[in-house]
């Protein structure tokens, strides 16, 4: 494909419009309205969300996570291997960016906050409700770390496996747990034709939220 063959897609996007009439008071109850009609819809990996972060030098990293919960009503929980990449971001700047992009719908939803990490309560009940593969590729993969090959992280696995055979389910790693992001800004997206979208932005006041629209 040329350059000028990628610079000539394009699509109109006429679906559906966003008003501030319209939406919640609340920014992460009106996201959870989003959501939910994403999961109607049947969207493929609805939960997903790009991850955004930046390092102690003020690089930036971004990376596809799913979203795992709403806590409160008042943040967004993912999990990941605290020795990973985007964990060494958040330990020297705790502040992450989120991207949800649902083209079925022609929608995106930007959000910005501080994180901290989650309750290790939490974190437990999760680790130990996911796949037994799935808890033994937590403690088997040194996450974001250069590795000599695939043969090692399998011996690596098989390792894991021989030392908790029987026990199930397994320990959460000391290194693995969840992120809550609390957002202070949530902006909504809605595509309109001409490029002239609908943007809602909140923005939080202390316990509310303010809404503003953006141009497009």
């Known amino acids: 494909m040329t350059d000028q063959q990628l610079a000539d897609l394009r699509q109109t996007y006429s679906q559906r419009t966003l008003s501030e009439a319209e939406v919640q008071p609340d920014a992460v109850r009106q996201f959870r309205q989003w959501l939910d009609e994403a ?3 049947h969207l493929d990996e609805p939960t997903a969300m790009t991850v955004s972060t930046v390092n102690s030098q003020g690089q930036p990293s971004a990376r596809v996570v799913l979203l795992k919960g709403l806590p409160d009503d008042a943040g967004f929980l993912f999990y990941t291997n605290y020795d990973s990449r985007k964990g060494q971001d958040l330990q020297a700047q705790p502040w992450a960016a989120l991207t949800f ?8 939803v930007r959000v910005e906050g501080r994180v901290e990490k989650a309750p ?14 799935s808890q033994i590729g937590a403690w088997a993969s040194p996450q974001s770390q250069k590795i000599g090959s695939r043969e090692e992280l399998e011996a690596q696995e098989k390792q894991v496996e021989q030392r908790f055979t029987g026990e199930d389910p397994l320990p959460r790693p000391p290194h693995w747990g969840g992120y809550i992001v609390r957002p202070h800004r949530i ?17 939080r006041q202390g316990e509310a939220w303010t809404r503003s629209r953006l141009a497009p």
């Open 39 to 41: 999961l109607a819809a």
């Open 101 to 108: 992009f649902w083209p079925g719908l022609e929608r995106q």
């Open 120 to 133: 290790e309560a939490l974190s437990d009940a999760y680790f130990q409700s996911r796949p037994r593969s």
């Open 187 to 203: 902006e909504f997206w809605q595509g309109r034709p001409s490029r002239l979208h609908d943007r809602i932005v909140y923005e």
